[in-house]
Antibody, heavy 122, light 105 residues
């Protein structure tokens, strides 16, 4: 059974750097085709994809946020870490991590964490 | 960058109705499209991948079709549990559409 859980601060100040950790079980991020992505959702708004890291350490970023994001993985700890610099109140959102599988096709983000709410305020 | 649009943004329907949601990509994405359902306060749930493949455990009243730039999600007979917001998502980058809220008529 695949599970993912997000952790990190619930409150950050403007201009600070946010660090979120996704801790997962039930799969290995060294298995071919596997990826873990981060997605956020501001209150009352749509989903926004942020970043994704593949089993082979290939990394993809949202073009609009690329300059502020870094995604890394620690395969031995079964964790994926997302950092977002220069936080602003508009970054207030629920942040999710999710498992995906890409081989010849994209199989969607099939298992999601419960999400963690981050508020940006001074 | 490929942009995703959805129509309608809100859809009012009754139990038993056939419901169709459209997702359009600004350029061809072949069949690299997924559909999700999200209920308030919950994480999204994958319904369809590869444009038309039903995720395991998802009721067969959900179906997806399309390729290239135009895709549809159809609910053949709307059930009370289906009132939710639906999002399409393309692959690389993994952009989501703006969502379609299905509410009670």
């Amino acid at each position: 059974q695949i599970t993912l859980k997000e952790s990190g601060p619930t409150l950050v100040k403007p201009t600070q750097t946010l660090t979120l950790t996704c801790t997962f079980s039930g799969f290995s991020l060294s298995t071919s085709g596997v990826g873990v992505g981060w997605i956020r959702q501001p209150p009352g708004k749509a989903l926004e994809w942020l970043a994704l890291i593949y089993w082979n350490d290939d990394k993809r970023y949202s073009p609009s946020l690329k300059s502020r994001l870094t995604i890394t993985k620690d395969t031995s700890k079964n964790q994926v870490v997302l950092t977002m610099t220069n936080m602003d109140p508009v970054d207030t959102a629920t942040y999710y991590c999710a498992h995906t599988l890409v081989s010849y096709y994209y199989y969607g983000m099939d298992v999601w964490g419960q999400g963690t709410t981050v508020t940006v305020s001074s | 960058d490929i942009q995703m649009t959805q129509s309608p943004s809100t859809l009012s329907a009754s139990v038993g109705d056939r419901v169709t949601i459209t997702c359009r990509a600004s350029q061809s994405i072949s069949s690299w499209l997924a559909w999700y359902q999200q209920k308030p306060g919950k994480a999204p749930k994958l319904l369809i991948y590869k444009a038309s493949s039903l995720e395991s455990g998802v009721p067969s009243r959900f179906s997806g079709s399309g390729s290239g730039t135009e895709f549809t999600l159809t609910i053949s007979s709307l059930q009370p549990d289906d009132f939710a917001t639906y999002y399409c998502q393309q692959y690389s980058p993994f952009t989501f559409g703006p969502g379609t809220k299905v509410d009670i008529k």
